[in-house]
């Protein structure tokens, strides 16, 4: 049995079995709450430099098909679970999660507790780690760990950001976000006419993109750098800013350009995106003890008085206190701790949400967001 370890910068280590990619692969550890959608979680471009600990006790039993993933390929650093499934069964697998790892070059390790990780995660909060399925020793596992720079303060999204701008077209058999197969879960009509909307892309996932197309935008993506000049010379009649990778407060080009824009452009923003909006009107943000990963966290929108569950993905949060003495106002509130969910400019068509309105459009009984912005932008 190929043997690996997984070791924090606390010294604590796990050893369990090797699969996917015989590599070496430092990065956050996070758990994560989904009980499907690992290829989505592998492919998120928020969960770069993060290795995945999947609290649900069997991963890989529907296999990978490669058409639901949200990037090129894997971007989280390594993935632990309690237990992998090594033969996989749907119409729509195409290969094996280990096959997968490989072809990716990612190292995971099985049999391993996760719901002892996802403990000590909440009590101690996130740490470094190192996972390899290499011959190294306990010792050496955990000095990589304690030497990895990690992720604060460092800018992530230019690993990930696309590197020129492109118009984004739907190439796949269908533009609605949510179609299984072929299978429709949300039939209303894309919205007209179409708004010619900038995307600045700190990491955006397909289906970000795919929303936004599908609820009437035509969307330019631009890479994150992009100054509000080339922007705006798109002709563009609104902003979205996208989900992304690692901690916004790094990323001082992005708060400028942002700046400058929302004077002139209805924004919507996402996860990073939010958080990069808040910055730059004046806000802060703070890092989490261990971060929001899952799908089932429940938020409520302050003006509404509804609460919804929502998909999150974020180590960062924005600083409700730096708020104050802004021109923006807190709209929803995460309901396990507080943590601010959704913000929106006093008196510009200016919001964002911390959490991933793709991952459930128009099932929720509640306007689709993705709908919300393209009405503001009319």
Sequence with gaps: MNTAVLAFEDGSVYRGKGFGATATALGEVVFNTLMMGYEEALTEPSNYKNILVMTFVEIGCYGINEEDGESDGIKAS??????ECEVPSNWRCKMSLNDYLVKNNVPAISGIDTRAIAKKLRLNGTMKACLSTEDISDEEAVARAKQWQGIEGVDSVKDVTCKEAYSFENSGVDLTPFAIGGVHINNKPRKTPLKKCAVIDFGAPKSQLKSLAYSGFDATVFPANASAEDVLASGAQCLFLSSGAGDASALDYAHKTVAKLVEKLPTFAVGLGHQVLAIALGAKTLKLKFGHHGGNYPVKNLESGKTSIT????????????????????????????????????????????????SAPGATGQEYIFDKFYDMVK
């Design 78 to 83: 390594g993935l632990v679970v309690a237990q």
């Design 311 to 358: 998909s999150q993905n974020n180590l960062f949060s924005v600083d409700a206190k730096s708020i104050e003495g802004t021109d923006l106002v807190v709209t929803e509130v995460n309901l396990n701790d507080d943590a601010v969910a959704g913000i929106k400019h006093k008196s510009l068509p200016v919001f964002s949400v911390q959490y991933h309105p793709e």
